[in-house]
């Protein structure tokens, strides 16, 4: 991973010592980041990310003391610029169904390898999407039981370049800038893929896209 000239501030909420334990040497040995703190309560989390300058968040909402998953929406609407990666123990359908609808979208499984979590914190903090192997399995299996699609619809050679570049993690300015268009153009090419498709987000984009062959799974997560 790329060094920065400053330290990237990384906040743990977690209450398993080995865990948070672990977390830290691997980012310290890593030489980008800092552990700023490590906390296991929710107003810790709230005190730290107003005081300090924290640009990654790692926590397991289970083992802080959360009402519900969707409090972690309500720290990311506070803290527009915070990226957030959740490592846990074990999630079910239900739970990794509506963190995707949260638009929580990198979540591994504390059995990772250090390699992956790597990966992980990569990705969460280039705006990329990232789940263990095991979990994009069963969000898979989730929205297929949801919104079963087709996965032959055709779109155009621009439309599959736009949901490219959509996975690729670019904003709509970013791929008007890119294809020499309008941003109005691209905004009315992702309304056409998404009615197309029948998606109703990028998560599900993505993973039909997957599915479709458009984008490479490995390459995608890399």
């Known amino acids: 991973m790329k060094t920065a000239e400053e330290p990237i501030g ?20 890593e030489g980008s980041f800092i552990v700023i703190k490590v906390v296991s309560e929710k107003n810790e989390i709230l005190k730290v990310l107003t005081h300090e300058a924290v640009s ?12 519900s998953i969707s409090e972690l929406k309500e720290i990311k609407s506070g803290f527009p610029d915070l990226k957030l990666l959740i490592i846990t123990n074990s999630l079910i359908k239900s739970e990794l169904h509506e963190l995707n ?3 929580i ?26 789940y263990s192997n095991e979990l994009f399995e069963l969000l898979f299996d989730v929205t297929d039981r949801k919104a ?7 779109l155009t050679n621009s439309e599959i370049e736009i949901v490219r570049l959509i996975a690729d ?4 300015k970013e791929i ?14 992702r309304k056409n893929i998404f009615r197309k498709l029948g998606v109703s987000s990028v998560s599900e984009l993505i993973m039909h896209a997957i599915k479709a062959g458009w984008i490479n799974y490995i390459e995608y997560y890399i």
């Open 10 to 29: 990384v906040l743990i909420a977690d209450s398993q010592y080995l865990i948070t334990e672990s977390l830290k040497q691997l980012l310290h040995d």
């Open 56 to 67: 990654l968040l790692i926590i397991d909402p289970s083992l802080v003391d959360l009402g």
């Open 101 to 103: 609808n949260l638009g």
């Open 105 to 130: 979208t990198d979540i591994i499984l504390k059995t990772a390898g250090k390699e992956e979590i790597y990966d992980a914190i990569r990705a969460a903090l280039k705006g990329k999407q990232y």
């Open 148 to 154: 079963p699609v087709e996965v032959n619809i055709q």
């Open 169 to 172: 993690g670019l904003t709509t």
């Open 176 to 189: 008007a800038a890119k294809k020499f268009i309008s941003y109005h153009t691209v905004i009315t090419h």
